[in-house]
Nanobody, 112 residues
Framework: QLVESGGGLVEPGGSLNLTCVTS????????MYWVRQAPGKELEWVAD???????YYGDDVKGRFIISRDNRKGILYLQLRAVKPEDTGMYYC????????RGQGTQVTVSS
């Protein structure tokens, strides 16, 4: 199970911290992903982090978002910094890059 939280309304340039609590699988052995879906668009890979903490980011978020994980607690995080209106969307944690196995999502809205 994957349960996201932490979304909300934030002004451009602001920050937000997303959390994904996991259960039911061996979290510490899996690469984990954040994907998002903007209104009217397809799912988009945002970032991923390997079991040992190697992180990779999409070009749109590199330098602004930080993905991290707590293997002991089975929790995945995404820190959003310097957000832009185009970051608006539903954010999902997922077990694959394409979001085939994902949680219910948490909504992020960037607006003034």
């Amino acid at each position: 199970q994957l349960v996201e939280s932490g979304g909300g309304l934030v002004e451009p340039g602001g920050s937000l911290n997303l959390t994904c609590v996991t259960s039911g699988f061996s979290f510490d052995f899996h690469t984990m992903y954040w994907v998002r879906q903007a209104p009217g668009k397809e799912l988009e890979w945002v970032a991923d982090i390997s079991d040992v903490g190697s992180a990779y980011y999409g070009d749109d978020v590199k330098g602004r978002f930080i993905i991290s994980r707590d293997n002991r607690k089975g929790i995945l995080y995404l820190q959003l910094r310097a957000v832009k209106p185009e970051d608006t969307g539903m954010y999902y944690c997922a077990r694959d890059r394409y979001g085939n196995v994902r949680g219910q999502g948490t909504q992020v809205t960037v607006s003034s």
